[in-house]
T-cell receptor, first 110, second 112 residues
Framework: EDKVVQSPLSLVVHEGDTVTLNCSYE??????LLWYKQEKKAPTFLFMLTSSGIEKKSGRLSSILDKKELFSILNITATQTGDSAIYLC??????????FGTGTRLKVLA | EAQVTQNPRYLITVTGKKLTVTCSQNMNHEYMSWYRQDPGLGLRQIYY???????DKGDVPEGYKVSRKEKRNFPLILESPSPNQTSLYFC???????????FGSGTRLTVV
């Protein structure tokens, strides 16, 4: 059964810190791994990763996938209070299901 | 504006009274899904649709029905709601089954 596990469950940091969020997975027929940010409403899409070792970057956020070790990381540098949110990792596979991990709750203190 | 529109935003209903949550997207997306989000359990997929007239069960389909008669609409039907279906529901769409979703604003459903 396809599975996504995120760690840590929650994290509290101070503004300016760098954080690394982890997503490990088990899948029968990998298609893509995706990251989302959820504030007090619906999740918003951040990145889609399909190939190992290729970094996706958007401003202070970046992400990379390791298909051999079956994990991805999401890095946020120079964190700001606006980065406080739940970060969700999702997996798509040959079953056409689209499954999410339970998320990492990040709180950035001023 | 590209969007997924869900209605209603909030709904309180009684056990056993049939209800429908509507979902419509204006992006010509083929893949649409329904999720429920519960504390500690995250987003769980209820049903998904690959295209018109093509639907399949997600991980928690019991007690729900869907239909996809038109590409833009994907309603979620609860024939006989029960209190354990109290949850936050999201509809989402994507151009394909492996791409980034656009989510609706969510429907907070309470069944008493």
């Amino acid at each position: 059964e396809d599975k996504v596990v995120q760690s840590p469950l929650s994290l509290v940091v101070h503004e300016g810190d760098t954080v690394t969020l982890n997503c490990s997975y088990e899948v029968t027929n990998f298609r893509s791994l995706l990251w989302y940010k959820q504030e007090k409403k619906a999740p918003t899409f951040l990145f889609m990763l399909t190939s190992s070792g290729i970094e996706k970057k958007s401003g202070r956020l970046s992400s990379i996938l390791d298909k051999k070790e079956l994990f991805s990381i999401l890095n946020i540098t120079a964190t700001q209070t606006g980065d406080s949110a739940i970060y969700l990792c999702a997996l798509t596979s040959g079953t056409y299901k689209y499954i999410f991990g339970t998320g990492t709750r990040l709180k950035v203190l001023a | 504006e590209a969007q997924v529109t869900q209605n209603p935003r909030y709904l309180i209903t009684v056990t056993g009274k049939k209800l429908t949550v509507t979902c419509s997207q204006n992006m010509n997306h083929e893949y649409m899904s329904w999720y429920r989000q519960d504390p500690g359990l995250g987003l769980r997929q209820i049903y998904y649709s690959m295209n018109v007239e093509v639907t399949d069960k997600g991980d928690v389909p019991e007690g729900y029905k869907v239909s996809r008669k038109e590409k833009r609409n994907f309603p979620l039907i609860l024939e006989s709601p029960s209190p354990n279906q109290t949850s936050l529901y999201f509809c989402a769409s994507s151009s394909d089954s492996s791409g980034g979703y656009t989510f609706g604003s969510g429907t907070r459903l309470t069944v008493v």
